[in-house]
């Protein structure tokens, strides 16, 4: 009897130890793809961050001309009296809107 209690035993370490391993499996690849994911993110929120801060750049130094370089500016008027063509709207950040 004592024999059948010690492989019982035995094959339940066995068995503990396999589901052990296969855990730490599963967890490294699971670690691997959470640091891909977030490297990729943090590397997306930078290049938003780097945009933004160039903007705000153009923004800053524009405005010593008391003009945003990103704001809508009508084209030069062939006529006198017509309505002046807006440029392409651009979003720009020291504005907090579409201008």
């Not at 492989?7 to 967890?27: C, H, M, N, P, S």
């Not at 670690?31 to 993110?41: A, M, S, V, Y």
């Not at 008027?77 to 907090?96: E, I, Y």
Request: glycine fraction near 2%; charged fraction near 35%; proline fraction near 3%.
């Amino acid at each position: 009897m004592s024999t059948t209690a010690e492989g019982a035993q035995r094959r339940l370490a066995e068995y503990i130890q396999q589901v052990d391993e296969e855990v730490a499996k599963e967890l490294e690849v699971d670690l691997k793809d959470n640091i891909t994911l977030q490297t990729k993110t943090l590397q997306e929120s930078l290049e938003t961050q780097e945009v933004v801060a160039q903007d705000k750049k153009i923004c800053v130094l524009s405005k010593s001309k008391k003009r945003c370089a990103m704001r809508m500016r009508p084209k030069s008027r062939s006529r006198r009296f017509s309505k002046p063509r807006m440029l392409p709207r651009t979003r720009c950040s020291c504005w907090g809107a579409m201008r």
